[in-house]
C-alpha cells in the first residue's frame, strides 16, 4: 500500500517525501512540474536512498489520474498540488478556480472510483482572512482575501460536503502559517520562480546578492514594531505535521481542521534581524508602502494539533534562518544549476 503525494516536487511536498520514507512509507509522487522541478525528486531518492514512483501528470486530467491508480495500491493521499501565489492569483482569477478547484474535484473522483478515502489537504491560515484575534484557533471566523485564499476555503467546504455524504472519508485539512527553511542537507528546500514574494526566499536572495535590498511593505501597522507580524515554521515540522495528520486518520473517519503553526509571532525587522544573526550576514532594506491585502498580525493557536495529533513544531527561528542560508548558499539558483549567478 503506497501513498499519493501530489505536488511532490513541490517545496512543502519534497520534504514531506523524505520524512514519509525515511518513516517507512511507501510514496507515489504525481506533479505537473509547472512550478516545480524534477531535481528535488531526484534529490529526494538522494536523501532517502530510495526509488519512488514518479508521474508527470497535471490534475487537469483524470484519465492519466486513473491510471496512476490503476498502477498503485493507493490507500492515501497528501494533496498538496495547486497555485499558490496571492498576488498572481487577483490578476489570474480563472486559473486559480479551474486548476485549484477542478483539480481537486478530478483527485477527489478518482479516488471514489478507487474506493480511497483518506485525504490530507494542504489548506492555508490564509482561510482566517483577517483574524480578529491571536493566536487564531481553528474555530475562528473564515474569509478570503483573494482567489487563492477562495480556492482553500472553497475546497475546505467540498471536502467537508464530501463527508457528509460519505461518513467512510476521513479528511484532515491543515491550516500551514509561514512555512520557511530547509532540509538540513541543504540538498532540498524552496525554489521560487522569478523573484520572490515571501518574505524568508526575499531575504535570503539580498543575502547573496541576488537582489540588491529588500522592501519592508509598511511599519504603521498595531504591531510590536509597526511591521507585519507572522508565525514561521520550519518546513521539516510542517512536514511531520503531514505524517502525523495520515497516522490520525488511520484510524478514524471524519473531517477536521488543524492549524501548524509554532505560536509565536515574529515581526519582518525580527526576521531580519534574526536572519542577520543567524548568518553573520546583513539585509539592506527600506520602508516602502503596505502590500496590498496584508493583514497585521496572523499566528495560531496550535493547541488541537497537539491534543488530537501529538504534534508540536519543535524548531526554533535560528533554526530556520541557518537552513534556509544553507539551502540559499548551496543552491544559489535553485534546482537550476546551469545558470552563472551575475
Ligand atoms: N514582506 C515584506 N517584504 C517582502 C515580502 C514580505 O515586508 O518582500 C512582509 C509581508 O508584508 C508580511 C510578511 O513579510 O508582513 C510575510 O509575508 P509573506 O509574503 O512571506 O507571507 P504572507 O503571510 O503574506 O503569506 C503567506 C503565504 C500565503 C498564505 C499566507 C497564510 O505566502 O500563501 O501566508 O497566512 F496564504
Sequence with gaps: MAILITGGAG???????????????KIVVVDSLSNSNIESLNRVSELTDTEFPFYNVNLLD?????????????DSVIHFAGLKAVGESVLRPLDYYHNNLTGTFNLCKVMEKFHVKKIVF??????????KLVPIKEDAPLSATSPYGQTKLMTEQVLRD???????WSIALLRYFNPIGAHLSGRIGEDPTGIPNNLM???SQVAIGKLDQLSIYGNDYATVDGTGVRDYIHVVDLAKGHIKALEHLMGTTGVEAFNLGTGKGYSVLQMVKAFEKATRTAITYSIAPRRPGDIAECYADSTKAKKVLGWVAEK???????????WQQRNPH?????????
Excluded at 11 to 25: A, E, K, R
Excluded at 62 to 74: A, G, M, Q, Y
Excluded at 334 to 341: R, S
Design 62 to 74: 483524470p484519465d492519466s489520474l486513473e491510471r496512476v491508480f490503476e498502477e498503485n495500491h493507493i
Design 316 to 326: 526554533e527561528i535560528e533554526e530556520m534562518c541557518r537552513d534556509t542560508w544553507r
Design 201 to 203: 526566499p526575499f531575504i
Design 11 to 25: 517545496y512543502i511536498g519534497s520534504h514531506t517525501c523524505v520524512q514519509l520514507i525515511s518513516q517507512g512509507y
Design 122 to 131: 494542504s489548506s492555508s491560515a490564509t482561510v482566517y482572512g483577517n483574524p
Design 334 to 342: 535553485g534546482y537550476k544549476h546551469d545558470q552563472v549567478l551575475t
Design 162 to 168: 464530501l463527508f457528509e455524504a460519505d461518513s467512510g
